[in-house]
């Protein structure tokens, strides 16, 4: 593959973004024609992990540098042969260009070194930012402040896990963009992880056996073309958020999958229920969504009941539990995606797996290999939509994005509460 050039110190291309900001965006520009102002708010969950004022500063210059940020003729050429983006969609894509001078807003405080961020403009214009400005956020932190770190045994840790979950029937995806330590680590686990998959799959096939696991993929678009494997994902809790404000929250849920089976037909199927609560979400998800949609993702709360949930809806809507899957992306690691793999297998559903910062941010201190390199816990969610606040529930309460009052108002709406 031809390289492709960038003026970005820090990001390799305007691909090295996670699939689903693109495949939302397209939903936005045909959908909703119009400009819908939204902010997206950074929170960093780990307060203790802060970043200090030489990790700011060059923060700063690499936001600023994304305004060089274009797609080249290659990756056009290259996104022409994902079914599901149109040509529409990709003349948008080629004239697009960041700007991050009138589009970002940063404040610190060097006195307690808090870092505030913000992301405003509209909807189709800004919905690319979050992942890049995440990556960016954790590799200013570990390039500055936490330096007592290196690559050692990336390749080999990333070969050691593909391996342990292929072998134990996984299908899982490197879903580690927005955590991950700096691109030099993703595409080092990247790399491995693809060449350990495709040794395996070749001593199958001189063996006359079928693959138990396979690697399904990567959510990071430019390093699925690098490595030619599929670049997967599909919508994230910001559609849903934004939906609510937009449509009404009683029954977000419902309108954004019909808007997102609208668009794609069933292609990218897979439902995403944790954004206003699991228990919300079923409610909406009734037979007629259930089938148009190839399964769920599970996100917070718990992983195994959550299988117990589904299995239980989908026999209670005269679905048949194992034609359906369920993807989990809530903080695995190799054991976790394993141990839930079995648990779907004994209930009669299937699983897949996305893998994150247990893949691109697992480090270990150069000072003493005995005690782990903390990765950051970071997210950037929408805070505003045309006006509106919207938040996120989830099914764990540690993860919503908004105080006691507001998140209150919102399940008193939802009928969570009365």
Same mark, same amino acid.
């Given at each position: 593959?031809?390289?492709?050039?960038?003026?970005?110190?820090?990001?390799?291309?305007?691909?090295?973004?996670?699939?689903?900001?693109?495949?939302?965006?397209?939903?936005?520009?045909?959908?909703?024609?119009?400009?819908?102002?939204?902010?997206?708010?950074?929170?960093?969950?780990?307060?203790?992990?802060?970043?200090?004022?030489?990790?700011?500063?060059?923060?700063?210059?690499?936001?600023?540098?994304?305004?060089?940020?274009?797609?080249?003729?290659?990756?056009?050429?290259?996104?022409?042969?994902?079914?599901?983006?149109?040509?529409?969609?990709?003349?948008?894509?080629?004239?697009?260009?960041?700007?991050?001078?009138?589009?970002?807003?940063?404040?610190?405080?060097?006195?307690?070194?808090?870092?505030?961020?913000?992301?405003?403009?509209?909807?189709?214009?800004? &919905?690319? @930012?979050? +992942?890049?400005?995440?990556? #960016?956020?954790?590799?200013?932190?570990?390039? %500055? !402040?936490?330096?007592?770190?290196?690559?050692?045994?990336?390749?080999?840790?990333?070969?050691?896990?593909?391996?342990?979950?292929?072998?134990?029937?996984?299908?899982?995806?490197?879903?580690?963009?927005?955590?991950?330590?700096?691109?030099?680590?993703?595409?080092?686990?990247?790399?491995?992880?693809?060449?350990?998959?495709?040794?395996?799959?070749?001593?199958?096939?001189?063996?006359?056996?079928?693959?138990?696991?396979?690697?399904?993929?990567?959510?990071?678009?430019?390093?699925?073309?690098?490595?030619?494997?599929?670049?997967?994902?599909?919508?994230?809790?910001?559609?849903?958020?934004?939906?609510?404000?937009?449509?009404?929250?009683?029954?977000?849920?419902?309108?954004?999958?019909? &808007?997102? @089976?609208? +668009?794609?037909?069933?292609? #990218?199927?897979?439902?995403?229920?944790?954004? %206003? !609560?699991?228990?919300?979400?079923?409610?909406?998800?009734?037979?007629?969504?259930?089938?148009?949609?190839?399964?769920?993702?599970?996100?917070?709360?718990?992983?195994?009941?959550?299988?117990?949930?589904?299995?239980?809806?989908?026999?209670?809507?005269?679905?048949?539990?194992?034609?359906?899957?369920?993807?989990?992306?809530?903080?695995?690691?190799?054991?976790?995606?394993?141990?839930?793999?079995?648990?779907?297998?004994?209930?009669?559903?299937?699983?897949?797996?996305?893998?994150?910062?247990?893949?691109?941010?697992?480090?270990?201190?150069?000072?003493?290999?005995?005690?782990?390199?903390?990765?950051?816990?970071?997210?950037?969610?929408?805070?505003?939509?045309?006006?509106?606040?919207? &938040?996120?529930?989830?099914?764990?309460?540690?993860?919503?994005?908004?105080?006691?009052?507001?998140?209150?108002?919102?399940?008193?709406?939802?009928?969570?509460?009365?």
């Amino acid at each position: 593959m031809a390289q492709t050039q960038t003026k970005h110190e820090a990001l390799a291309s305007i691909l090295d973004n996670d699939l689903y900001k693109f495949t939302m965006q397209q939903v936005v520009l045909k959908h909703y024609k119009i400009d819908i102002p939204v902010v997206y708010q950074f929170t960093n969950r780990e307060k203790n992990l802060r970043l200090n004022a030489q990790s700011v500063e060059w923060l700063e210059k690499q936001i600023k540098d994304m305004k060089h940020l274009k797609l080249i003729e290659p990756e056009r050429e290259y996104l022409s042969g994902l079914p599901f983006l149109d040509k529409d969609y990709l003349d948008y894509l080629s004239k697009y260009k960041y700007k991050p001078d009138e589009q970002v807003k940063i404040n610190y405080d060097k006195e307690t070194e808090d870092l505030e961020l913000e992301v405003v403009g509209s909807w189709s214009e800004t &919905i690319l @930012y979050e +992942v890049p400005l995440l990556a #960016l956020i954790s590799e200013a932190y570990f390039r %500055f !402040t936490d330096r007592d770190w290196n690559y050692e045994g990336q390749e080999e840790r990333a070969c050691e896990k593909t391996r342990e979950l292929v072998e134990h029937g996984c299908m899982f995806s490197e879903f580690g963009t927005r955590r991950r330590r700096d691109f030099k680590t993703q595409d080092l686990v990247m790399g491995a992880i693809h060449k350990t998959a495709e040794a395996y799959y070749e001593e199958c096939k001189k063996a006359g056996k079928e693959p138990k696991g396979r690697c399904a993929g990567t959510s990071n678009v430019y390093l699925a073309m690098k490595y030619n494997v599929p670049p997967v994902g599909t919508v994230a809790h910001e559609f849903f958020m934004a939906v609510s404000s937009l449509e009404g929250v009683k029954h977000a849920n419902r309108d954004t999958l019909n &808007i997102w @089976y609208d +668009v794609y037909q069933g292609n #990218l199927g897979i439902a995403l229920t944790d954004t %206003f !609560t699991t228990p919300v979400f079923l409610k909406d998800f009734d037979a007629e969504l259930a089938k148009k949609y190839a399964g769920v993702r599970q996100d917070s709360g718990d992983a195994g009941e959550f299988i117990k949930t589904m299995v239980a809806h989908y026999k209670s809507i005269g679905i048949d539990p194992a034609t359906k899957l369920i993807v989990f992306s809530d903080a695995l690691n190799v054991e976790r995606a394993i141990s839930l793999k079995d648990q779907a297998d004994k209930a009669g559903i299937k699983a897949s797996f996305g893998i994150g910062t247990s893949l691109t941010n697992d480090f270990h201190k150069a000072s003493n290999k005995e005690v782990k390199s903390k990765a950051l816990n970071i997210v950037i969610k929408l805070k505003e939509c045309n006006g509106k606040r919207v &938040i996120k529930l989830s099914d764990d309460a540690l993860k919503h994005s908004a105080d006691e009052a507001t998140v209150n108002a919102f399940e008193r709406e939802l009928g969570i509460v009365q």
